[in-house]
């Protein structure tokens, strides 16, 4: 597409708006930059995008939506309310960061999403990608937006993206060579209104997939199992739950590929350094979309055994007094929460609550079983989690004004041989910037305990 001289609107100016302004003065566009946010600095905003864009704050003319060619919405940016239906009666094409990065870049593109594991799966697919073919960009959701680098992409690059049900919302052409979809459990329902529309979202990563391409998706999620039935693209299978006769399977410690009815043992999660049946899915992901990309199975499993946890995802952080520390700010709703809890091989006292995104706790309360010893709360959601928990029976909960104050509670609970995690179930929103704040501070407070 042949952006020069079109009249482009970017809506939001965080990290991803200022990316897409930068790239499309780049391609010559004449861009403006909005915000609804009253309290931002104009000048300051002017001079992150390098004054290459016209910089609107709080409100917008509608007059001049109708001189646009197109607006492009920040991931933060709701499709269904705000400015954007505005727009859409002004007759203004919409597209969001990961659709424009994708109609500039070049090169194939393997694309993540899900619910849960996203971070860890995408990192790890870019770490045995780079480690095959020397090169990757690993970009999206996952901190590093597209637009960032779409640019130097040329056409033997390979692109491992993360995408948030936020991004799919306004994609359009958007074409990964090789798509995954981990799972779907409910999460971001105070944006998306029904379950029906958060699902429909995550499936959109692979509508513009044809018979060439290949899907991932878990064969343990029932709704993912179904969708499978329906898509164009090669589906491959991975679960945790079943002995598969196609596909990676995890039985008794073990990944396997199934291929013709015919198993090989692949690794023992005892040779990675991961924790938890949730890393074992995020692996056989991995290995599902590099091994159908064309990545060799041997260098798939040496790379695999190298591979980190991700910062804020079951990060392990110090022990103490016997006491080990783990740092899952990334566990933002009450799934991935429980994942963190299951991996835990020992007593754990667990740090709760944030920000309300109208999710339940029931199923997350019921994972604690004997293994929660206490559980801390701070945020939006203390008294309703608290509820929750008493409902179930958990009656051990303490309630803290701050992270800090929570840290400290911890430790003043915790017996050696226990562990104190961080997993919130609940995003990090009015305590903090983002979850990986909360993380960061976590661990100076942990860092900082005598």
Not at 167 to 188: G, K, M, R
Not at 200 to 210: F, P, S, T, V
Not at 286 to 305: E, H, P, Q
Not at 358 to 379: N, P, Q
Request: with cysteine; glycine share 8%; proline share 2%.
């Amino acid at each position: 597409m042949n952006f020069r001289d079109k009249n482009v609107l970017v809506v939001g100016a965080g990290v991803s708006g200022i990316a897409a302004v930068k790239l499309l003065a780049a391609l010559n566009a004449n861009v403006k930059l909005f915000d609804g946010n009253r309290e931002l600095n104009k000048d300051e905003l002017r001079q992150k995008v390098d004054f290459k864009a016209t910089v609107i704050i709080g409100q917008i003319d509608e007059d001049e939506m109708d001189e646009l060619d197109m607006a492009v919405l920040s991931p933060g940016v709701p499709i269904n309310r705000g400015i954007a239906p505005i727009l859409k009666k002004h007759n203004v094409q919409i597209i969001g960061e990961i659709e424009l990065a994708s109609l500039v870049s070049r090169g194939d593109i393997i694309a993540i999403t899900g619910t849960n594991g996203k971070t860890t799966t995408t990192s790890l697919t870019g770490h045995i990608i780079k480690d095959f073919y020397g090169k990757a960009y690993v970009v999206g959701n996952i901190g590093f937006p597209y637009t960032d680098i779409a640019l130097e992409t040329k056409v033997d690059d390979i692109t491992v993206a993360e995408i948030s049900s936020f991004q799919l919302e306004t994609i359009d052409t958007f074409h990964p060579q090789v798509s995954a979809i981990l799972n779907i459990t409910p999460d971001h329902l105070d944006r998306h209104g029904d379950m029906a529309t958060y699902i429909a979202c995550k499936e959109a990563i692979c509508k513009n997939q044809g018979p060439k391409d290949y899907v991932i998706l878990n064969y343990d999620d029932e709704e993912l199992r179904k969708f499978g039935e329906s898509v164009k693209a090669q589906v491959v299978w991975f679960s945790s739950k079943n002995v598969l006769s196609n596909g990676f399977f995890f039985d008794n410690g073990i990944i396997y590929l199934a291929e013709n009815g015919v198993n090989k043992k692949v690794l023992e999660m005892s040779e990675t350094k991961l924790l938890g049946i949730h890393n074992a899915e995020n692996i056989m992901a991995a290995m599902a979309m590099t091994y159908s990309y064309g990545v060799d199975l041997d260098s798939i499993v040496k790379s695999v055994k190298t591979f980190t946890a991700v910062e804020h995802r079951i990060e392990y952080v110090r022990t103490l007094k016997g006491v080990d520390y783990y740092n899952d700010s990334k566990g933002t709703n009450p799934d991935a929460a429980i994942k963190a809890i299951q991996a835990m091989p020992r007593p754990t006292i667990l740090i709760g609550g944030g920000y309300d995104k109208h999710s339940t706790y029931d199923e997350w309360i019921d994972s604690f079983g004997d293994k929660v010893k206490a559980l801390v709360l701070i945020g939006q959601t203390a008294d309703n989690i608290e509820i929750c928990a008493r409902k179930h029976g958990f009656t051990n909960i303490k309630r803290a004004k701050d992270l800090k104050e929570c840290v400290d509670i911890c430790a003043s609970l915790a017996k050696e041989g226990d562990i104190v995690l961080l997993s919130p179930a609940c995003a990090s929103w009015g305590m903090f910037n983002n979850y990986e704040e909360r993380g960061r501070l976590f661990k100076e407070y942990v860092n900082a305990l005598k």
